[in-house]
C-alpha cells in the first residue's frame, strides 16, 4: 500500500487477530496471514504499525482463554454427580483425581507435577560423589573382611 492511503478497518482486524493467533501458537504468522487472506507485505508492515495494540490485547486474549477453560471446567465438574461417582471404575475415580489435583494446583500456581531439579539437588549430587571417592579411599586403606554365607562371599568390611 502506498504511504498515507489507509488501511481498510477489517484489513487490521484481520491482521490483529492473524497476530493473535499466531501469538497463542496456533499457527506460525505466515499461516495465519493466508488464512486472513492478507498478502504478506501487507501484514508485515501492519503488524508492525500495530505491534502496541498486538502487545496489550496478548493479556486480555490469554485472560479470555483462561476464563474459557475456567468455564469448560466448571461444566465438566458439575456434570460429575455422586450418582455417577458411585458408578465409576477405580481407574475412572482415578484419572478424575489426577485431573482435579493436577488442576487445582496449576490454578493456585503450584507445580503440577514435581521433578525436583533444582540447584539444591545438584549440589547434593555433588556431595554424594564427593563422598562415595572418600568412602571408595577410606575402604582402599582397610582390610577387607569377607564373610561366607550359604556359599556367597559377602563384604563385611567394617563401614564408618
Known amino acids: 500500500m502506498a504511504q498515507g492511503i489507509e488501511t481498510p478497518a477489517d484489513t487490521v482486524a484481520e491482521v490483529l487477530d492473524a497476530a493473535l493467533c499466531a501469538n497463542a501458537g496456533m499457527h506460525s504468522e505466515k499461516h495465519a496471514a493466508r488464512r486472513a487472506k492478507i498478502a504478506w507485505q501487507c501484514y508485515s508492515r501492519q503488524r508492525a504499525r500495530y505491534e502496541g495494540v498486538v502487545a496489550a490485547l496478548v493479556p486480555v486474549q490469554t485472560a479470555a482463554l483462561e476464563r474459557s477453560w475456567e468455564d ?10 455422586d450418582r455417577k461417582l ?30 525436583g531439579h533444582t540447584h ?41
Not at 469448560?72 to 454427580?81: D, E, H, K, N, P
Not at 458408578?87 to 521433578?115: C, F, M, N, Q, Y
Open 120 to 160: 539444591e539437588a545438584a549440589g547434593s549430587l555433588d556431595r554424594l560423589c564427593e563422598a562415595i571417592v572418600a568412602e571408595r579411599e577410606r575402604r582402599s586403606t582397610l582390610p577387607v573382611v569377607v564373610e561366607t554365607v550359604h556359599n556367597h562371599e559377602i563384604d563385611v568390611t567394617p563401614r564408618k
Open 86 to 115: 458411585v458408578r465409576a471404575s477405580p481407574r475412572d475415580l482415578a484419572v478424575i483425581a489426577g485431573i482435579a489435583t493436577d488442576k487445582r494446583a496449576i490454578l493456585r500456581g503450584e507445580p503440577s507435577a514435581i521433578v
Open 72 to 81: 469448560i471446567a466448571y461444566r465438566a465438574q458439575a456434570a460429575i454427580t
